[in-house]
């Protein structure tokens, strides 16, 4: 029986998408504590008494516009990846979401069931960059999670890994295809989080957002910094695939106020035409498997607002999905090469 195991952990998604089941995952998601980051009773009243009253029956229609026929492409992708990984590995590999299901509990209950020697899981968070409402909540539930079900079991987290040259080399085979056939710019569209998220990651307590430069001035606060992670992702892609300074730029998507990360996303594309920039790429490196986020807030309505605008031709990538060259890194995480 093996000693030595690995687990995947992705964001998650709804069940379905009928409203009671996009309810219940909006409400898990909502009330960790590290996507929302208020105190308990606020978070709660902001949640049940306002958010959770209007927005599930408009997530269900955004979730019910991609949903294939296997299910949510999340999950599937997740699955798939999943598979592939166990192909090149002899270690034992499960996986897991942080919300809805199957859950980080479930993944650990089936590698333990499965092998009653396991002592240590290597935990894999499939987000490439640092921050308190993706990366940080899984290693904080895994632990949770494993202190009061599987005492004694050893945890060890693969860290971000923004400027992995494996996962850099395989961004860039993702990309390459879609240079050769033409473009005015490139975007470089990021998971947008709360300015307070930043400040808030900063263990300097004094170096993140006091500057214009912050990010690109040496740190320790850059260990766990969104913000300069997804900026060194860019500067280490383009720079590998030689692309001029003038043709890409970075913007942040899925906002929920005017107090997250900038230049935003939506407004980008709404003012990239008037700028001459007519045929667009748009790349999503902070997620690793397609989902609403990138089909339906970027491909759909992204691609509305851009051509809208005045834009002719919109090209989304795909994200790393099961890509050879992914497979291939994550499988070498799982076996602890």
Request: aromatic share 10%.
């Amino acid at each position: 029986m093996a000693k030595h195991a690995a687990l995947l952990v992705n964001l998650g998604s709804p069940d379905s998408y009928q409203v009671p089941d996009v309810k219940k995952y909006l409400r898990e998601f909502l009330m960790d504590k590290r996507v929302i980051d208020y105190p308990w009773f606020f978070r709660f009243l902001l949640i049940e008494g306002i958010i959770l009253r209007t927005r599930p029956e408009k997530s269900a229609e955004a979730y019910k516009s991609i949903w294939w026929e296997e299910g949510s492409p999340l999950i599937v992708l997740s699955y798939r990846l999943l598979e592939e990984v166990r192909k090149h590995t002899k270690v034992p590999v499960e996986l897991g979401m942080r919300y809805g299901n199957p859950s980080i509990q479930d993944g650990l209950q089936k590698l333990v069931d499965d092998n009653p020697d396991l002592k240590e899981v290597k935990l894999i968070p499939l987000y490439p960059h640092y921050a308190m409402s993706s990366f940080e909540t899984v290693v904080v539930k895994a632990q949770e999670v494993i202190e009061k079900h599987f005492k004694g079991l050893k945890l060890h987290v693969q860290e971000a890994f923004y400027d992995h040259p494996g996962y850099i080399a395989a961004l860039g085979k993702t990309l390459l295809p879609h240079l050769d056939k033409g473009y005015d710019h490139i975007l470089f569209s990021y998971h947008g989080i709360p300015e307070r998220h930043i400040r808030k990651s900063d263990i300097t307590g004094s170096h993140c957002l006091n500057s214009p430069d912050c990010c690109s001035i040496d740190s320790p606060a850059h260990q766990y910094c969104y913000r300069h992670q997804v900026f060194k992702t860019t500067e280490l892609l383009v720079k590998e695939l030689g692309i001029p300074r003038e043709k890409y730029s970075n913007s942040f998507q899925s906002r929920l106020d005017d107090k997250w990360l900038t230049p935003f996303t939506d407004k980008q594309l709404a003012e990239f035409p008037r700028k001459g920039i007519k045929k667009l790429i748009v790349l999503c490196p902070a997620f690793v498997s397609d989902c609403l986020e990138t089909i339906e807030e970027i491909g759909e309505e992204g691609r509305k607002i851009f051509l809208e605008a005045g834009g002719t031709e919109f090209t989304l990538v795909p994200c790393l999905n099961d890509q050879n060259d992914w497979i291939r890194l994550v499988s070498s995480w799982a076996s602890g090469d």
